[in-house]
């Protein structure tokens, strides 16, 4: 069974930290790209970071930037996404999803695999 299962959130203050896994079954993550994404209430599912299948090229949203970082570890076949100074736009449900091709982009009809999510809450 091809499978993506995301861990880690939770709820955090403002200001605090977060690390999101997302583990993979039954395929191998090396050969999709990989993003991440978010949908807080009412609002459009929107893209967070992306991974090139090579992993030479990681992208992030402007609302992210220098605040979240993303990584792949092959070896265990999973992606994580380290989130640091949470403030309350932040809050969402983070899906991680795996795509066909080499180049990062923020596509979401192009991800062929979604995990569950998990809940990002921030509040004081």
């Excluded at 893209?47 to 090579?54: H, L, M, T």
């Excluded at 989130?83 to 062929?112: I, P, Q, R, W």
């Amino acid at each position: 069974q091809l499978q993506l299962v995301e861990s880690g959130g939770g709820l955090v203050q403002p200001g605090g930290s977060l690390r999101l896994s997302c583990a993979a079954s039954g395929f191998n993550l090396d050969y999709y790209v990989i993003g991440w994404f978010r949908q807080a209430p009412g609002k459009e599912r929107e893209g967070v970071s992306c991974i090139s299948r090579s992993g030479a090229d990681i992208t992030y949203a402007n609302s992210v930037i220098g605040r979240f970082t993303s990584s792949k570890d092959n070896s265990k076949n999973t992606v994580t996404l380290q989130m640091e100074g949470l403030k309350s736009e932040d809050t969402a449900v983070y899906y991680c999803a795996a795509g066909a091709g080499n180049t990062c982009h923020f596509d979401s009809l192009a991800y062929n695999y979604w995990g569950q999510g998990t809940q990002v809450t921030v509040s004081s």
